[in-house]
């Protein structure tokens, strides 16, 4: 992921348009990554996860995208609601065999009514 | 999520002190992670523990140290606590065979 310690970036979006989010990671020998969502005073919790092997997976209402090629992760979030604004982890498992996974930065997304 | 409990939720106390911070799980998870998270900033991996008799050092384990008393519980301790040790710490917990960390609701450490 990103360098972990950077000062979050925000990204703000008017309700019921589409937020794309996006993060860059480090080691091209990364085989696992994952999106957590993390509100207000709370524990980061998982939204969806994807294998080097997969370049998009899709759940409710978000899909995330891997390109291998620039080491790039995004998260797309549909028809954006306001319970939907959090801040937002990639996490990547760097591919050795003790699976510990890296935090991004994280990134800060406001959802406008 | 409540199979991830830490407590105490909230602690304030004195430079120099000792704390120990507890998680405890009943997902029935080998795995189990100690993270530090600074205002407005993401996620930092403290120490963590792939089994009962393994402990490893993450990335900022200076300060800090750990022990896994059994399966279900993992202890974090600031042998001597210093202000910029002021944060967010969480807990986090995983299975043998999946990647994903289900995360504890977190304890709110303040050093005076």
């Known amino acids: 992921g990103e360098s972990v310690g950077l000062h979050l970036p925000t990204l703000s979006v008017q309700e019921g348009d589409n937020s794309i989010i996006n993060c860059a990671y480090s080691?091209?020998?990364?085989?696992?990554f994952i999106w957590y969502k993390q509100e207000s005073g709370k524990g980061p919790q998982f939204i969806i996860d994807?294998?080097?092997?997969?370049d998009k997976r899709q759940g409710q209402r978000v899909t995330v995208l891997l390109n291998k090629t620039v080491k790039h992760l995004s998260l797309q979030i549909a028809a954006t609601q306001p319970g939907d604004s959090a801040v937002y982890f990639c996490?990547?498992?760097?591919?050795?065999?003790?699976?510990?996974?890296?935090f991004g930065s994280g990134t800060r997304l406001q959802v406008q009514p | 999520d409540a199979d991830v409990t830490q407590t105490p939720r909230n602690r304030i106390t004195k430079t120099g002190k000792r704390i120990m911070l507890e998680c405890s799980q009943t997902?029935?998870?080998?795995?189990m992670y100690w993270y530090r998270q600074d205002p407005g900033l993401g996620l930092q991996l403290i120490y963590y523990?792939?089994?009962?008799?393994?402990?490893n050092k993450g990335e900022i384990s200076d300060g800090y140290s750990v022990s896994r008393q059994a399966q279900a519980k993992f202890s974090l301790s600031l042998e001597s606590a210093i202000p910029n040790q002021t944060a967010l710490y969480f807990c986090?917990?995983?299975?043998?065979?999946?990647?994903?960390?289900?995360f504890g609701p977190g304890t709110r450490l303040t050093v005076l």
């Open positions: 080691n091209s020998a990364s085989d696992y």
């Open positions: 994807i294998r080097s092997n997969m």
């Open positions: 986090a917990t995983s299975d043998l065979h999946h990647n994903e960390q289900f």
């Open positions: 523990s792939f089994d009962v008799k393994d402990i």
């Open positions: 996490a990547e498992n760097k591919g050795t065999g003790r699976r510990a996974l890296t």
């Open positions: 997902k029935g998870h080998d795995r």
